[in-house]
């Protein structure tokens, strides 16, 4: 379900932890169809859930504005831990300190749980590595904003589509006060229900999807591979799963996606056959 809540969580732990090793990595770059003779591009696509918020257990949060908490820290370090090891442009500096690199792309949701944690992960990379390409929008629909100032660093891009789904009047509520009649009304038909004063799961699948697929076309103008870190919400994770992965919405509901966890993409642009799906809720 595309919620922002730990207190009432129904779905199954189904958890895929596989995932590229990093001898594997570096032939991810692009690769040559023999039979066509055309080079596809391998983009890879790194799926982060935010950490822990300053919310009480039992309360109801979507698009609420939550603090981060005392773990933030640490969890930025995880971050950079993780990244370290599974960023080709990192592996590459290391053996050629004059090449000039591309930094992974971040986006991120607009909520603090999320953009700090972006800009946390950004500063270390600006501070520790040079030669940046700024991925534009060109015209897409997806609502971006990006720096123009990129010739070593870049900024972190904002896609407000990327929130998490918006509870309305529930939100900030806790699930006592909001009421076992609402709850069962939600649960008999978790699709459709319209939270009121906010949206349905279908409709934030759809904004979702709409800024994932304006994304792939970005993607696909590029004639190089792009790393991309998206930090978002376990909502917006599953919806990208299920329309990477062509499961029914409905199905991804099994899907158990972790506070700072990863799931992982290798995204041939035009060529769906053969794109994988590489790891699901990899912890850091």
Known sequence: MAIEKDSKQSLMPEVLTSDLSPSSDHALTSTSNATTNVTTINHRIFLVRHGDVDVPSGVCYGQLDCAVTSSFNKDVQKLIDYFQTHCLFLEHHQYDKEQKVDLPIIITSPLKRCAQLAQGLQTYFDNSYSGTKDLTSKGSASKCS????????????????????????????????????????????????????????????????????????????????????????????????????????QHSLT?????????????????????RCTGINRQF
Request: glycine share 4%.
């Open 255 to 275: 899907l158990q996606i972790d506070k700072m966890s990863v799931s992982s993409l290798n995204l041939v642009s035009n060529q769906t056959a053969l794109s």
């Open 146 to 249: 990006a720096s123009k100032d990129a010739t070593s660093k870049k900024s972190v891009q904002i896609n407000q589509d990327f929130k998490e789904i918006n509870f309305g009047q529930w939100e900030g509520q806790s699930w006592q006060s909001i009421g076992q009649k609402n709850i069962e009304e939600w649960n008999n038909d978790l699709l459709n229900f319209t939270f009121p004063g906010g949206e349905s799961a279908r409709s934030f699948d759809r904004r979702v999807i709409n800024a994932w697929h304006a994304l792939q076309q970005q993607l696909a103008e590029q004639t190089q591979t792009q790393q991309v870190i998206i930090i978002c919400h376990a909502g917006v994770i599953r919806s990208i799963l299920s329309d990477f992965l062509q499961i029914p919405l």
